[in-house]
Nanobody
């Protein structure tokens, strides 16, 4: 198993930026594909971004392309989500997830391990 801890959430105005971090302090994060998912109030949890084991291949959903970037640092056992030009519709709880799979999983059902979530609020 791998333990995951998210941080970096907060409240910003429309157009602001945040960087989320997901750390696996007690495991080898490089053995897992990783993803960021978000859940808005009253809505279903959805994948926002994913990254493969090496970090060379990434996936972003259309609404965040050009604004968000997912990356990882194996030396720090950390996956990041850089979020720029934030909009109110980006508001929600953001979760980090990991999957012991090769390739690039982009379905939430493929992810086995989850962090506790971090709140992101974007005001108009």
């Amino acid at each position: 198993q791998v333990q995951l801890k998210e941080s970096g959430g907060g409240s910003v105005h429309d157009g602001g930026s945040l960087r989320l971090s997901c750390v696996a302090p007690g495991g080898d994060f490089s053995a897992y594909a990783a993803a960021w998912l978000r859940q808005a109030p009253g809505k279903e949890r959805e994948i926002v971004a994913a990254i493969n084991k090496s970090g060379w291949t990434t996936y972003l959903i259309d609404p965040v392309k050009g604004r968000f970037k997912i990356s990882r640092d194996h030396g720090k056992n950390t996956v990041y989500l850089q979020m720029d030009s934030l909009k109110p519709e980006d508001t929600g709880v953001y979760f980090c997830a990991a999957a012991p799979l090769s390739g690039l999983p982009i379905r939430r059902e493929e992810y086995t391990y989850w962090g506790q979530g971090t709140q992101v609020t974007v005001s108009s």
